[in-house]
């Protein structure tokens, strides 16, 4: 039987109860190859959700979907025929859908819909004529998006919208003239936006007085828990280590130096491992030197700072080479990781060794289920997972044991995509793409 890419809707029943079910086959040019809408990027939008899918006879474009096949359809297409406009980067604001896009006459900037294709239009053209500002690094605040664009005048700067032409505008120029402030990495804490730009840690709150520098650092991976920001910062000394900052030049400082010396505790073969909200502090991989990447959890100080476990004794870590998608759900932390016993599996930590423990074998004894792509949505934590003789699963679960399954063995999870993307938890439902048998 032909095997398609399909858009799948988790619906949100309880645990027991839930069914995926196709919502559209999309892409329905008949073919002795595999055809695929390979539908992303799904964004919640009053009772309905945007989309982006791609068909022979319209390329890649926005759809939108209230759920039911006869309610899923393409928005505009904004490139007639068979060409592509490649909208991204979908969000919602003050009622509308902010994207990017290119059509026959602009670059990449950002358009706007309200679901239909006659609402549907440039919202304005930041970089004019054929050349893109190319909107990225957006994040909602405040009922505007801040988002980083270059205008070909000022460089990659920090600009705000409301949704409408007339309130687009840049918001601060940090690096005066042509060069560019490439603002991006924005975090919330309390009422005030952090992100990282031109010269280190910055902050906002929407006006051009209100965007200052607060410390000069070169630093990655913002991260908001309890009352501190957690980052990857690097200096010449100390390579990539652990740093912290309560939003003020003074209180933005290295934790520790994990592994002394210029190479850095965090530095790997992955450009971020990632730094995981848990319990007011953090829990991430580092490599101290002796026992290779093994999980850490720090409270932002340096007698909060310690090793959770040693799950490969010695110099060989158990994330020297992979990642451990950690995950925090119920006062708990979920993640990929294996023993002498056991193939890749999940694993769950209160955050100490005695409260760390293999948590479902799903593939029992030595071979691997390989989970991955953790989220938290609707109260319950989804991964993906390999069941011998039956693919790659979507799984859920409660935080127990006897509680975690397969959601369905009828369908598999389209293969193929960046391991942050597979899931998209879309109000109380997650979406994703599946392989119909």
Do not use: C
Not at 149 to 166: F, I, K, P, S
Not at 178 to 207: C, E, Q
Not at 228 to 236: D, M, P, Q, S
């Amino acid at each position: 039987m032909r095997r398609i890419l399909l858009l799948l809707g988790v619906v949100s029943l309880p645990l027991a109860a839930q069914t995926p079910y196709m919502v559209k086959d999309i892409n329905t040019t008949y073919s002795y190859d595999t055809k695929s809408s390979s539908p992303a990027e799904f964004a919640a939008f009053g009772s309905r959700t945007f989309f982006i899918a791609t068909t022979d006879a319209a390329g890649t474009e926005l759809w939108i979907t209230d759920g039911t096949s006869a309610g899923t359809a393409i928005v505009s297409d904004i490139i007639p025929g068979t060409g592509s406009s490649n909208p991204s980067a979908l969000h919602v604001v003050n009622g509308v859908l902010l994207f990017n896009a290119r059509d026959v006459i602009h670059g990449i900037e950002l358009w706007t819909t309200d679901g239909r294709a006659a609402g549907t239009h440039l919202l304005t053209d930041i970089n004019p004529g054929p050349t893109s500002s190319q909107p990225v690094a957006a994040i909602v605040y405040k009922n505007r998006m801040l988002f980083s664009a270059d205008d070909g005048t000022n460089g990659r700067e920090l600009w705000t919208t409301d949704g409408t032409a007339a309130g687009t505008r840049l918001l601060k120029d940090m690096n005066p003239g042509s060069a560019s402030g490439n603002p991006g990495g924005f975090v919330l804490l309390d009422d005030t936006l952090y992100f990282l730009a031109v010269g280190g840690l910055w902050k906002t709150d929407d006006s051009e007085g209100g965007t200052v520098k607060i410390a000069s650092v070169s630093a990655r991976n913002l991260t908001v828990s309890g009352s501190l920001i957690f980052f990857e910062g690097l200096t010449a000394a100390t390579g990539i280590e652990l740093w912290v900052s309560d939003g003020s030049e003074s209180g933005t400082r290295m934790v520790t130096e994990i592994l002394p010396g210029a190479k850095g505790a965090l530095e790997s073969n992955y450009s971020i491992l990632g730094l995981t909200p848990f319990r007011n502090g953090v829990l991430f991989p580092a490599n101290d030197g002796v026992h290779g990447r093994e999980m850490w959890f720090s409270d932002g100080t340096a007698a909060g700072t310690r090793m959770v476990r040693d799950f490969v004794p010695g110099a060989i870590g158990m994330w020297d080479s992979s990642y451990a998608y950690i995950t925090a759900f119920r006062n708990r932390a979920y993640f990929s990781a294996s023993d002498s016993g056991h193939g890749q599996e999940v694993w769950s930590t209160d955050g100490t060794d005695g409260g760390t423990a293999l948590f479902a074998d799903l593939s029992p004894g030595s071979d691997s289920s390989s989970p991955s792509d953790f989220i938290v949505n609707g109260g319950k934590l989804y991964f993906l997972g390999n069941l011998t003789n039956a693919g790659r699963l979507l799984w859920v679960s409660d935080g127990t044991a006897s509680g975690t399954h397969a959601v369905s063995t009828s369908f598999e999870v389209a293969s193929g995509f960046a391991w942050t993307s597979t899931l998209w938890p879309v109000g109380g439902n997650s979406t994703l793409a599946g392989l119909r048998r």
